[in-house]
């Protein structure tokens, strides 16, 4: 696709924070221009996904591992049995193989996802990297990510929702790490693990939000980081 051709048809013309879209082989990059995820379809540009990096570090802050750690993973998981195949040994080789970003989910409806987006991009002090899904035929959701280095840190976990509940974000928020999206960890999969690991529920009458963690990922991230294995 040209990209010249594509600016035109996308009528991307204003300027704004670091930004590029990706599709798969369909995907461009753009530099510094504003895209809005209502306007986009993902059938028609074959444009998936709109990323905003933070315009602190104007670069990528997440690292994305490399297809060897993301194979190794894979394989030891696909080689284990369906017994150790748990949340605890996801953690274990999550750790083991550097596949320790995740990110705070967070789902909305066409009518409402520009202005929710802009929240996003317009966070001058932001130092997280985020992207949004473009609009696709016969739905009228989007989804939000916003990313965290490594979801075993609940420090920065946390300050990353604290930031997002500063921005105006009231509804409920869930945190996926990566590893579970390599491991084919979706809703209703056939391990029985959750695909998120953390809720955010905000009180609007005590104008603050709870995280809920479950004590089999607290106990999975410990063990983690103690270098426990799992395969028992």
């Not at 989007?142 to 974000?169: A, I, P, Q, W």
């Amino acid at each position: 696709m040209d990209e010249s051709e594509t600016t035109e048809k996308l009528n991307l013309d204003d300027l704004n924070e670091v930004i590029f879209v990706s599709g798969g082989e369909a995907g461009v990059d753009f530099d510094d221009i504003e895209v809005w995820p209502s306007q986009i379809s993902a059938q028609e540009h074959g444009i998936d996904w709109i990323h905003s990096f933070s315009p602190i570090r104007k670069t990528r802050r997440v690292p994305l591992p490399t297809k060897s750690q993301i194979a190794s993973c894979m394989g030891t998981w696909s080689q284990s049995t369906r017994e150790v195949q748990s949340i605890a040994k996801a953690f274990q080789l999550a750790y083991k193989y550097g596949i320790l970003a995740g990110k705070w989910l967070i789902n909305a409806p066409s009518l409402t996802i520009d202005r929710l987006w802009e929240r996003i991009v317009e966070c001058e002090n932001r130092k997280w990297q985020a992207k949004v899904s473009t609009r696709k035929a016969g739905e009228n959701t989007h989804v939000m990510c916003v990313y965290t280095e490594n979801f075993m840190d609940l420090e920065d976990v946390f300050k990353c929702e604290s930031d997002l509940r500063d921005l105006g974000f009231k509804g409920r928020l869930a945190y996926k790490p990566d590893v579970f999206t390599y491991l084919n960890i979706y809703r209703g999969n056939e391990f029985g693990i959750r695909p998120t690991i953390y809720v955010s529920q905000y009180c609007l009458l005590e104008k603050r939000s709870r995280i809920d963690i479950e004590p089999s990922v607290k106990s999975a991230i410990e063990n983690a980081l103690k270098g426990t294995d799992s395969d028992y």
